[in-house]
């Protein structure tokens, strides 16, 4: 009889059962390189919504005899002067604060809006944006192509904090 010969080496099926699973796991990896970038960019836009949205809440704060000024948009529309140079009253003020947060906004996020509300005893300042990596439906009434998400960040303020510093 013959003595058995040990085989030596990986057959092809291994190989490729190998090949695959590797394959799988970098795929997971890119997968999930992806899904961290768009986070990243998500928590990005976030941040710079709260800080526009504090910005405005100190500047509110800093002048709070304006008060109904700052969600009056009627009169920030109008506005075609500047607070940098030359001395405002305290409306004048509001309104100049309010036009240089609503470029600030629109400069920082993208699709950026910003909205000023008083609301019983609170005031809602509302920055929203569109991200960029969005998934795109169109509507069904009319068909055009709608953004289907939309982000943004709302802060309360009490009005009695204002008033009584």
């Known amino acids: 009889m013959k003595p058995k010969q040990s085989i030596k080496g990986f057959t092809l099926i291994e190989v490729l059962v190998a090949t695959l699973i590797m394959a799988i796991g970098l795929l997971g990896l ?10 990243n960019n998500h928590a990005y836009y976030r941040s710079i919504a709260v800080m526009l949205a504090e910005q405005m809440a100190n500047n509110i704060r800093a002048n709070p ?18 607070c940098i140079n030359q001395l405002c009253s305290p409306n004048q003020m509001a309104a100049y604060d309010v036009k240089a947060w609503a470029k600030s906004i629109i400069n920082a996020l993208p699709v950026g809006e910003g909205a000023i509300e008083r609301n019983g005893e609170f005031i809602e300042i509302l920055v929203s944006w569109n991200e960029s990596n969005v998934n795109r439906v169109v509507s ?20 009695e904090e204002l008033l009584n510093p």
């Open 140 to 159: 069904s009434s009319d068909g055009s192509i709608q953004d289907s998400l939309k982000k943004s960040h709302k802060l309360l303020v009490k009005l």
């Open 30 to 39: 890119a997968s999930l390189q992806s899904l961290s970038l768009k986070q």
């Open 65 to 82: 005899s304006a008060l109904s000024t700052y969600s009056d948009t009627a009169v920030i529309d109008d506005l075609n002067f500047s």
